[in-house]
């Protein structure tokens, strides 16, 4: 059985007054296509207080409206959410739940996210984070994995155990995947392009030396470790194949929100894997086992800039389009899009 979609609902337009169709997600992703925290916070606040936000399909270009009349929980995503940490607060003010996947890479060397605050500084933010949030509810995440001539499987472990004997206290899991250059021809020339060539992809042993690596570091840290849309299996190293928008988490964390739990509950005479199976996000590739949500993001809008980022055609496409949304929020408020 797969997904049905979302309810529909009418929702009036804040400028023009008039009303069109939309949806109603339960859940909202903010967002996978964007860092949202770091660049449009402020656009997503506007976007709370005003109860909806428009999404613009990329592939087709039609806007889609998305109320947040019925959602209860929010999905964030980010690199440096150091100034979005009110609005974590805020958000919850309002009475929904939310949660943050907090990417926490390394690649200071290869210059592979050359917009983002050095290391040190990223590190007390994941912390800051978890002190107001709490730790149940900030997940790390070192996405993707990456090699190179320099970069060895034992080098990125040093790099991955330095960061969670910092961090581990402040958080219950870690998430990771492996880059995936041959499936993503952008990603493949933006690498090609960057301070970095010869990155590249594990191959399978690596992927389990890593793994062997990462379960002896976490005998120090105790974290839930896992990989998302990944087809290799780990387990048997102990790291499990798991979710960033996932059902056991969601149904552990937010249990308190009955109106959250009735979404994700199987109806009568429903077997409880089949439900599930029922409520993966078509919009994600096979592998991925994540739970349906609507994402509100959009592509080509990130100045993170890094290098093996499959949602930013170019540095250049983005850093226009980033210019353009700050001179149209300036002149003319905020959009009901981060960019029309």
């Given at each position: 059985?797969?997904?049905?979609?979302?309810?529909?609902?009418?929702?009036?337009?804040?400028?023009?007054?008039?009303?069109?169709?939309?949806?109603?997600?339960?859940?909202?992703?903010?967002?996978?296509?964007?860092?949202?925290?770091?660049?449009?916070?402020?656009?997503?606040?506007?976007?709370?207080?005003?109860?909806?936000?428009?999404?613009?399909?990329?592939?087709?270009?039609?806007?889609?409206?998305?109320?947040?009349?019925?959602?209860?929980?929010?999905?964030?995503?980010?690199?440096?959410?150091?100034?979005?940490?009110?609005?974590?607060?805020?958000?919850?003010?309002?009475?929904?739940?939310?949660?943050?996947?907090?990417?926490?890479?390394?690649?200071?060397?290869?210059?592979?996210?050359?917009?983002?605050?050095?290391?040190?500084?990223?590190?007390?933010?994941?912390?800051?984070?978890?002190?107001?949030?709490?730790?149940?509810?900030?997940?790390?995440?070192?996405?993707?994995?990456?090699?190179?001539?320099?970069?060895?499987?034992?080098?990125?472990?040093?790099?991955?155990?330095?960061?969670?004997?910092?961090?581990?206290?402040?958080?219950?899991?870690?998430?990771?995947?492996?880059?995936?250059?041959?499936?993503?021809?952008?990603?493949?020339?933006?690498?090609?392009?960057?301070?970095?060539?010869?990155?590249?992809?594990?191959?399978?042993?690596?992927?389990?030396?890593?793994?062997?690596?990462?379960?002896?570091?976490?005998?120090?840290?105790?974290?839930?470790?896992?990989?998302?849309?990944?087809?290799?299996?780990?387990?048997?190293?102990?790291?499990?194949?798991?979710?960033?928008?996932?059902?056991?988490?969601?149904?552990?964390?937010?249990?308190?929100?009955?109106?959250?739990?009735?979404?994700?509950?199987?109806?009568?005479?429903?077997?409880?894997?089949?439900?599930?199976r029922s409520l993966k996000d078509p919009g994600q590739?096979?592998?991925?086992?994540?739970?349906?949500?609507?994402?509100?993001?959009?592509?080509?809008?990130?100045?993170?800039?890094?290098?093996?980022?499959y949602a930013n055609a170019s540095p250049l496409q983005?850093?226009?389009?980033?210019?353009?949304?700050?001179?149209?929020?300036?002149?003319?408020?905020f959009g009901e899009a981060i960019l029309d």
């Amino acid at each position: 059985m797969r997904w049905k979609g979302w309810e529909k609902v009418r929702i009036r337009r804040d400028h023009a007054g008039d009303t069109v169709e939309g949806i109603a997600p339960v859940i909202v992703s903010a967002s996978r296509s964007t860092d949202i925290p770091a660049f449009y916070g402020s656009w997503f606040a506007d976007r709370l207080d005003r109860g909806y936000a428009k999404w613009i399909n990329p592939f087709n270009r039609r806007p889609q409206y998305v109320s947040f009349e019925k959602t209860r929980l929010f999905v964030f995503w980010s690199k440096n959410p150091q100034s979005f940490l009110d609005q974590f607060e805020k958000v919850e003010s309002r009475g929904y739940s939310c949660y943050l996947l907090f990417t926490l890479n390394d690649y200071e060397k290869e210059r592979l996210e050359t917009n983002i605050p050095p290391l040190e500084e990223r590190v007390d933010t994941f912390c800051e984070v978890s002190d107001r949030i709490g730790r149940e509810r900030v997940i790390w995440r070192f996405d993707p994995l990456i090699l190179s001539e320099s970069l060895t499987p034992e080098s990125l472990l040093e790099r991955i155990g330095y960061i969670g004997d910092a961090i581990h206290a402040k958080t219950r899991r870690l998430i990771i995947s492996f880059v995936d250059i041959e499936k993503y021809p952008r990603v493949g020339r933006n690498l090609a392009n960057s301070a970095c060539p010869d990155a590249r992809q594990l191959s399978g042993p690596e992927m389990e030396r890593l793994a062997a690596g990462l379960r002896d570091s976490n005998r120090r840290w105790g974290l839930d470790i896992s990989t998302c849309g990944e087809k290799t299996d780990l387990s048997h190293l102990g790291i499990r194949k798991g979710q960033c928008i996932g059902y056991e988490y969601i149904t552990g964390e937010f249990g308190h929100d009955e109106e959250l739990m009735e979404f994700l509950r199987p109806g009568p005479g429903t077997d409880r894997d089949s439900h599930i199976r029922s409520l993966k996000d078509p919009g994600q590739r096979g592998q991925c086992g994540c739970i349906v949500s609507k994402d509100i993001g959009q592509y080509n809008t990130c100045m993170h800039l890094c290098s093996y980022c499959y949602a930013n055609a170019s540095p250049l496409q983005a850093k226009r389009n980033y210019a353009r949304h700050l001179e149209e929020s300036r002149l003319c408020g905020f959009g009901e899009a981060i960019l029309d």
